[in-house]
């Protein structure tokens, strides 16, 4: 990962870089772009954060949700290596996004929205919901590329043919549960899986220093002798299973 706080692929100005866990628990830093409520991550960024991250950076989002002042640019460049960014598609199970990658794999750009599609913060309206926000409203933004939206003829956009999605009180209720209880999973150690792991290591690494002792006895004409080591295993085990 580049330490280096890009400019953002859209307005061109500084990043604000943040501070988030990956899931083995070690720093890594993304570069958040409040004007364009848009993300940088670095190669494979998005899926390196730990659930506790994901629920940490969606608060973060939230709580900035008012601050846009660009709208997101139709070309963009990656903050890299200056290669124009290439414009897809990913789907998920809530929905289908817009994302913009780097052609020399340096990263991706992501918009809020798309965001929080890919991690399942929103849900896809059904027809009788975007019937009754036909009555009220005559356009939407859509959640994944933005462009504006005649609801009043179209069912999806028209644009990227992506269904139209909302942030879902439900929707958000659900995903903050999946990722703490994946979080408490993470960072809770289960002491059996911890003894089984430090057997194993043991068992390995006396199988090792046994086959050392055999090739050397071998070159001297000595004789093997007990293997202490392995014989502790099973008091080893016993201790951290009492």
Not at 81 to 110: A, W
Not at 165 to 183: R, T
């Amino acid at each position: 990962m580049l330490n280096t706080v890009p400019h953002c692929p859209s307005c061109r100005l500084p990043m604000k870089a943040h501070r988030f866990r990956n899931h083995g628990g070690d720093d890594m830093e993304l570069d958040i772009c409040w004007s364009c409520q848009g993300i940088w991550f670095d190669t494979f960024e998005n899926l390196q954060l730990s659930p506790g991250s994901v629920n940490d950076l969606f608060k973060l989002l939230h709580a900035h949700r008012d601050e846009m002042q660009h709208p997101v640019a139709n070309v963009m460049a990656c903050p890299r290596c200056s290669r124009k960014l290439d414009k897809g598609f990913d789907l998920v199970r809530s929905g289908r996004y817009m994302t913009y990658r780097c052609p020399e794999k340096h990263g991706r750009y992501s918009s809020f929205s798309s965001f929080m599609v890919e991690k399942g913060f929103v849900r896809q309206m059904t027809a009788a919901e975007i019937a009754d926000l036909a009555k009220r409203v005559g356009a939407i933004y859509c959640t994944s590329c933005g462009a504006p939206v005649d609801i009043r003829k179209d069912h999806a956009c028209p644009h990227c043919r992506s269904a139209f999605s909302l942030l879902d009180p439900d929707a958000v209720e659900n995903a903050l549960k999946g990722y703490q209880q994946a979080e408490a999973k993470r960072t809770t150690r289960d002491p059996m899986m911890m003894a089984d792991a430090i057997v194993e290591s043991e068992r390995t690494r006396a199988r090792a220093e046994r086959q050392q002792r055999i090739e050397t006895a071998r070159d001297t004409g000595g004789l093997d002798v007990a293997d202490l080591l392995v014989a502790g295993v099973g008091l080893v085990w016993r201790v951290l299973t009492r």
